[in-house]
């Protein structure tokens, strides 16, 4: 741009001193086109300031809605990553409740592992959460539950059916839950996973300062865990 504006501060002047210089015709015509070059330099020049404020506030646009969308892909990638997480702590679950065969007897005769009847019921409500049907696993769990009142899947359920309503954006039913996990089973290996996920329906429901007390725990309570690191992240998500 300053190059620009010092081309047209010379073109009166040069254009005179060519002209009082030069005083045959074909000298004024040459000064006349030397003018006129200066003239379309100059609107080039002004061409290119111009498109290159153009560019840069295209940029900066760009740069500011690039941070947001990183914050919403961050977000969604986080929450993507704790329903893998819990989808691979169901499969472990259930690999590790799956009986093991018993080597075969010295007669010959063999004899098929028999899968307990609620581990049935469970893997099939567990394949139904797998898939997405949130609401029929939802239900496969809560017959699950009124069947098997004693089952030593029992927390493994009603974990699973707080995902399930947590997915549903049922968050009151979630959150619901989870506290019975932890008020009936403190010792599960559910405990941690439902202490995350109740301090998320609690931010889910804009709860603000109950969800910020619940994440607080984890991280002071249970330092070094999954869920503690999970814990900070939302933290930070609000703020903290």
């Known amino acids: 741009m300053p190059r620009a504006q010092s081309l047209l501060t010379l073109l009166p002047a040069a254009a005179l001193v060519l002209a009082t210089a030069c005083g045959s015709e074909d000298q004024l015509k040459r000064v006349e086109q030397e003018v006129g070059d200066m003239k379309l330099e100059v609107f080039r020049l002004r061409q290119q300031v111009e498109e290159a404020n153009r560019k840069l506030d295209a940029e900066q646009r760009a740069a500011n809605e690039g941070r947001s969308m990183d914050r919403r892909f961050q977000a969604d990638l986080q929450e993507t990553l704790r329903q893998l997480q819990d989808s691979t702590r169901v499969l472990s679950a259930r690999v590790g409740g799956i009986p093991r065969v018993a080597p075969p007897k010295a007669s010959g005769s063999e004899s098929a592992p028999t899968v307990p009847e609620d581990e049935k019921a469970f893997g099939a409500a567990q394949l139904d959460y797998?898939?997405?049907?949130?609401?029929?696993?939802?239900?496969?769990?809560?017959?699950?539950m009124k069947s098997y009142p004693s089952s030593s899947?029992?927390?493994?359920?009603?974990?699973?059916?707080?995902?399930?309503?947590?997915?549903?954006?049922?968050?009151?039913?979630?959150?619901?839950?989870?506290?019975?996990?932890?008020?009936?089973?403190?010792?599960s290996g559910q405990f941690l996973p439902s202490k995350l996920?109740?301090?998320?329906?609690?931010?889910?429901?804009?709860?603000?300062?109950?969800?910020?007390?619940?994440?607080k725990e984890l991280v002071e309570g249970f330092p070094g865990t999954p869920e503690a690191r999970t814990a900070q992240q939302e933290l930070s998500d609000l703020g903290f």
């Open 130 to 144: 797998n898939r997405g049907n949130y609401a029929l696993a939802a239900e496969s769990l809560d017959l699950f």
């Open 197 to 215: 996920k109740r301090a998320q329906c609690l931010n889910r429901q804009g709860l603000k300062p109950a969800a910020i007390r619940a994440f």
């Open 153 to 187: 899947r029992r927390p493994d359920a009603l974990f699973f059916q707080g995902l399930c309503h947590f997915n549903l954006k049922a968050y009151p039913k979630a959150q619901d839950a989870f506290d019975q996990v932890l008020r009936d089973f403190p010792n």
